[in-house]
Structure formats: C-alpha cells, structure tokens
Antibody, heavy 122, light 112 residues
Framework: QVQLVQSGAEVKRPGASVQVSCKGY????????INWVRQAPGQGLEWMGW????????KYGQNLQGRVTMTTDTSTNTAYMELNSLISDDTAIYYC???????????????WGQGTLVTVSS | DIVMTQSPDSLAVSLGERATINCKSS????????????LAWYQQKPGQPPKLLIY???TRESGVPDRFSGSGSGTDFTLTISSLQAEDVAFYYC?????????FGQGTKLEI
C-alpha cells in the first residue's frame, strides 16, 4: 500500500538549516509530485511547495522563496526538503504529501507522511 | 492567493445527528472547461496527519464512509456528516487547488 515515511524530529538553533526526508513506498514514485505542508503548533496548514519527482522542477510558496530547497533522489524514492536561516516561527510539524493526480501541478493531497516536528529554539 | 474561510470555527453535535461545515472561497474554483470544482476536504485527528475525505468538491475518497458527503459549486461549499459517530471528532479543513498556492481554510473543530 502507498506509504510516505519521514525522518525523525529535529531541534535546531535559530539561523541553522534543517533537512527532512520523505521516502515513498508502494507506488511508482516518479509518477506523482511530492508536496510539503507545515503546521505550526495549534495552527492550520500551510503549503510550502512541490517537486516534480520525474523532472526535478520545483514550485515554492512565495513566503519561503529563497529559504527552501526541495530535491529528490529517484534511486531511493526519497524526497528532501531543506529550510535555511531558521527562525522560531519555523517551529512546526512538516509533512510531505503526495498529489492525488499523476503529473499534476495543482495538487490535492491523497497520502501524507507521518510528520516531522522541527523545533527552533536557542 | 485564494482565501478559504470556514464556518463555524467550532461545532458541537450529538451522536447520530447531522453535522454541517461550510467553506467559502474568495474566488471561483470552478474550472469552466471541465466543470469541476477544485475543492477538497480533510479530516485531522490529534497527533495524526490530515486524511483526504473528499475531492472535486463531492467525490468521496476510497474507504471514506458514505456518511461523509460534499456539495457546492463556485465559491460556496459544504461538508456534511449525516449521522455523527464518536470517531468523527476531529478538525476539518477545506482546500482549493484551482490555483497556486493551494490554500486551506482555518479549520473547524467538531466535537460531541
């Protein structure tokens, strides 16, 4: 069955970088875009961007432009999200999520990773 | 960006009763060429990722109980739970995928 499995929780200092991984199982990894969505404590859902796992092209949310990089390793069916210059407001659960339609650029999200808590604290 | 506004923010419904959650988009999310509404609904329980319930405004995801239904078109949408079960206690979010960035409503907390 389809599964997205993410890396474990991270604690980072302000100004540092964090990388979260997301490994796909049970489907053809390169057929579906991987998206990243974050959720601050007690807050709603914020889309961060997507990566086309076949072509490698990306689309990022405007509020994160310049601080976020999404990559993919198709040999291991793994997507990565790196966020730089961390601030306390980046403290959140970070989810990877698969687009519900193959080769789509306007996603809804049919499968989600379990989430990775990133805590930014001095 | 398209702003999604849900109402109410929280809702208490008795077991077996109907629950209705509304979602309004700041712009039309109905695509003229295919007559589809680019609107999805999710359920999120504490400590879990969101779960897709409905897409294309009214298509139930595989495995979702048929007590969940979605309706509406254009800018106004509704998620209905026909007979509330204890396991339906959760937050519910609508999301538009008509344009980038995809945006979510602020969420509705459903309680018994």
């Amino acid at each position: 069955q389809v599964q997205l499995v993410q890396s474990g929780a991270e604690v980072k200092r302000p100004g540092a970088s964090v990388q979260v991984s997301c490994k796909g199982y049970g489907y053809t990894f390169t057929s579906y875009t991987i998206n990243w969505v974050r959720q601050a404590p007690g807050q709603g859902l914020e889309w961060m961007g997507w990566i086309n796992t076949k072509k490698g092209n990306t689309k990022y949310g405007q509020n994160l432009q310049g601080r976020v990089t999404m990559t993919t390793d198709t040999s291991t069916n793994t997507a990565y999200m790196e966020l730089n210059s961390l601030i306390s407001d980046d403290t959140a659960i970070y989810y990877c999520a698969r687009d519900g339609r193959p080769d789509s650029e306007y996603p809804y999200f049919d499968f989600w990773g379990q989430g990775t808590l990133v805590t930014v604290s001095s | 960006d398209i702003v999604m506004t849900q109402s109410p923010d929280s809702l208490a419904v008795s077991l077996g009763e109907r629950a209705t959650i509304n979602c309004k988009s700041s712009q039309n999310v109905l695509w003229d060429s295919n007559k589809k509404n680019y609107l999805a609904w999710y359920q999120q329980k504490p400590g879990q990722p969101p779960k897709l319930l409905i897409y294309w405004a009214s298509t139930r995801e595989s495995g979702v109980p048929d007590r969940f239904s979605g309706s509406g078109s254009g800018t106004d949408f509704t998620l209905t739970i026909s007979s509330l079960q204890a396991e339906d206690v959760a937050f519910y979010y609508c999301q538009q995928y008509y344009s980038l960035p995809p945006t979510f409503g602020q969420g509705t907390k459903l309680e018994i």
